[in-house]
């Protein structure tokens, strides 16, 4: 079984510049869940597909990140300006059903300098 | 909302020995799901064990077990017969059946010593 696919593994970017991640869940895992996991921190949830609806975005910062998740599969994850404090790694995970194993992909580390 | 703490920033361990990492939680749901992570270097996120609250006995996989403390709002991990690819950051997790998030603690770095 194929696991959680993310895209690309590392990325440096500048400040004030776009950049968008890639996500590409389990096959039929309806939940889709985006962290942010800065360095020796846990993962801090961003935002939480069931399907293609949105369950939770508390924790967006929605002036400058945004996500989409097209057609309840893939979903990307953007973030226009990036800030020195996005530097983080990004993980994707996805899960059956709400309260199910969630499974990770690898995660997109970012580097804003 | 929700909030799960780990006190322990960092524990050591002997291998073979037993070490035991400690969560705390936070919620006012009677329905929810609790789960230990592990993050080895460098590598993904995979899952350790799960625990449905409405269950009373504890969860084992093989030489990991909980103690499930439902009306403490505490579960930890216990670990025996520690190796060395134990050694990783273990995340204790939440899943409120009402608020239907999954959240994490600030995690516990594990380190496994021949």
């Known amino acids: 079984e194929a696991g959680v696919a993310q895209s690309p593994r590392y990325k440096i970017i500048e400040k004030r510049q776009s950049v968008a991640f890639w996500c590409n869940p389990i096959?039929?895992?309806?939940?889709l869940y985006w962290y942010q996991q800065i360095l020796g921190q846990g993962p801090k949830l961003l935002i939480q597909f069931q399907n293609n609806g949105v369950v939770d975005d508390s924790q967006l910062p929605k002036d400058r990140f945004s996500a989409e998740r097209l057609k309840g599969v893939d979903s990307t994850l953007k973030i226009q300006p990036a800030k020195l404090e996005d530097s983080a790694v990004y993980l994707c995970a996805s899960s059956l059903q709400l309260n199910t194993e969630a499974f990770f992909g690898q995660g997109t580390r970012l580097t804003v300098v | 909302a929700q909030t799960v703490t780990q006190s322990q920033p960092e524990m050591s361990v002997q291998e073979a020995e037993t070490v035991t990492l400690s969560c705390t939680y936070d919620t006012s749901e009677n329905n929810y799901y609790l789960f230990w992570y592990k993050q080895p270097p460098s590598r993904q996120m995979i899952l350790v064990i799960r625990?449905?609250?409405?269950?009373?006995q504890n969860a084992t996989e093989n030489r990991f077990s909980v103690n499930f403390q439902k009306a403490a709002k505490s579960f930890s991990l216990k670990i025996s017969d520690s190796q060395l690819g134990d050694t990783a950051m273990y995340f204790c997790a939440f899943y409120g059946g009402g608020s239907e998030k999954l959240v994490f603690g600030k995690g516990t770095k594990l380190t496994v010593n021949p």
């Open positions: 096959s039929g895992h309806a939940t």
């Open positions: 625990q449905e609250a409405y269950k009373q």
